[in-house]
Nanobody, 123 residues
Framework: QVQLVESGGGLVQPGGSLRLSCAAS????????MGWYRQAPGKQRELVAI???????NYTDSVKGRFTISIDNPKDTVCLQMTSLIPDDTAVYYC?????????????????WGQGTQVTVSS
């Protein structure tokens, strides 16, 4: 059974920083990509940042220059360093991963989600 466990959310003042981490565990054979999504109240879930196993990244325009995504392949961990936070960054942040895993049915590629971690930017 594959699990994604997030940590690092919380309350921060505008202009502050937070670092989110997501560790994947289970019968993981390889990572295709990992990323972070967020969902604010009353809004659809949106992609924040994504990184491939070889380090290629993509960011939504609103976080470019402020957020940095990184991956630690041996540890199956992805981190999101968030700086210069603004109130519009307030949301539940979800870790996502496309993984090749070993299952009772053999090898399969699956899309997995974490449980979400709250980030609140407020004075």
């Amino acid at each position: 059974q594959v699990q994604l466990v997030e940590s690092g959310g919380g309350l921060v003042q505008p202009g502050g920083s937070l670092r989110l981490s997501c560790a994947a565990s289970g019968s993981i054979l390889s990572i295709n990509h990992m990323g972070w999504y967020r969902q604010a109240p009353g809004k659809q879930r949106e992609l924040v940042a994504i990184i491939t196993r070889d380090g290629k990244t993509n960011y939504t325009d609103s976080v470019k220059g402020r957020f940095t995504i990184s991956i630690d392949n041996p540890k199956d961990t992805v981190c999101l360093q968030m700086t210069s936070l603004i109130p519009d960054d307030t949301a539940v942040y979800y870790c996502n991963a496309l993984l090749l895993v070993a299952s009772t049915e053999g090898l399969k590629k699956g899309d997995y989600w974490g449980q979400g971690t709250q980030v609140t930017v407020s004075s």
